[in-house]
């Protein structure tokens, strides 16, 4: 039989209300009375109707997630941080993803499952503004990632251009003078690949150091085989470069595959860096340098955005929230201890 308020408050001695205030965090409630009243919500092992709670406020109590791609082992640890934080909020997270196509992003933007949660988180690629603009309905949303947006929705992503200038400044740092930049894109100008290249070729400018399209490699996607091609055609081209800045870490970990199997050993001919910080990046032969965002300040900016709006605060300008990134030096660029 399940434990009700009433339950709790007869063992306590004290009124329904008072439980009730304990159970969602009120600050009028004594300290004494507060302890007293955990002690019997442990013993008696209360669980609040988080559904009921939700309901009255008129709210579903879920709230949606909606990424590019989920075989990409950053978003997957994203979604992660996201789903784990919003439980300590009594939210449940709904997981989709888009495939980065724009026909399935403007679907979720204009409330695909509106019925059933009270928000969105978005990662969109393809999304346009007008897109944004004609969004109706009045369920929050706030975006990720880099593309720039002039729509009145919480933005939050990380300073990319001053990522890159951490990673290329690292490769300079330690000596190398020619940096190629692995997973450069056509089109769209302020998108996070060209961000990162741009962060590159402003530190190799101020170096001195070359900054030529024979050490740019267009790739088509973000994986592993799109990083392993672009360096075969690097190395064909007779670019060799003593140092690549790889766009993900899923690309760097190509990019070391195929200089491996060219006979170039990684640090000590050619030094590789990738971004994200994925879980793989810890544990392959080589470890992998890398920027690391910090996932689960995005995903506690999101997630906190997005439910501030939910409880009311929609006056509030948009606003444009960045979290920090951090260099990670492994063994792809400084080799292992001795």
């Not at 251009?161 to 089109?187: E, P, Q």
Request: contains cysteine.
């Amino acid at each position: 039989m399940a434990i009700s308020l009433k339950d709790v408050a007869r063992q306590a001695g004290v009124s329904v209300k008072t439980v009730s205030n304990v159970v969602n965090g009120y600050r009028h409630v004594t300290p004494e009375t507060r302890l007293k009243v955990q002690r019997v919500i442990d013993e008696l092992g209360y669980r609040p109707n988080l559904t009921a709670r939700h309901l009255r406020k008129g709210r579903t109590g879920m709230i949606a997630l909606a990424v590019p791609e989920l075989h990409n082992p950053y978003f997957a640890e994203l979604a992660d941080a996201v789903i784990e934080y919003a439980a300590g909020l009594d939210y449940i997270v709904l997981l989709d993803h888009t495939g980065g196509r724009r026909d399935q992003e403007v679907l979720f933007a204009q409330g695909f499952r509106a019925r059933v949660i009270d928000g969105l988180i978005l990662s969109p690629i393809e999304l346009e503004n007008e897109d944004l603009l004609a969004r109706g309905g009045d369920a929050p949303l706030v975006l990720l990632g880099e593309r720039e947006y002039d729509a009145p929705y919480d933005h939050v992503a990380i300073d990319n251009v001053a990522a890159a200038r951490t990673a290329a400044s690292h490769l300079v740092d330690i000596g190398r003078r020619r940096i190629a930049f692995i997973g450069a894109r056509h089109g769209r100008a302020r998108a996070t690949a060209h961000l990162r290249l741009r962060g590159w070729r402003e530190v190799m400018t101020e170096n001195g150091l070359p900054t030529g399209e024979e050490l740019v490699a267009v790739t088509d996607g973000y994986t592993r085989e799109d990083g392993a091609q672009a360096v075969a055609r690097l190395l064909d081209s007779g670019a060799r470069p003593d140092a690549v800045f790889c766009y993900n870490d899923l690309i760097a970990v190509g990019a070391m595959r195929t200089l491996a199997e060219r006979g170039l050993r990684v640090p000590d001919d050619v030094a590789v860096i990738g971004f994200d910080d994925i879980e793989e990046s810890r544990y392959g032969a080589t470890t992998l340098t890398t920027i690391a965002p910090h996932k689960r300040a995005v995903a506690r900016a999101a997630t906190d955005a997005l439910l501030e709006r939910l409880a009311g605060d929609r006056e509030i300008d948009p606003r444009r929230l960045q979290p920090g990134f951090a260099l990670v030096t492994r063994e792809s660029t400084v080799g292992r201890p001795s």
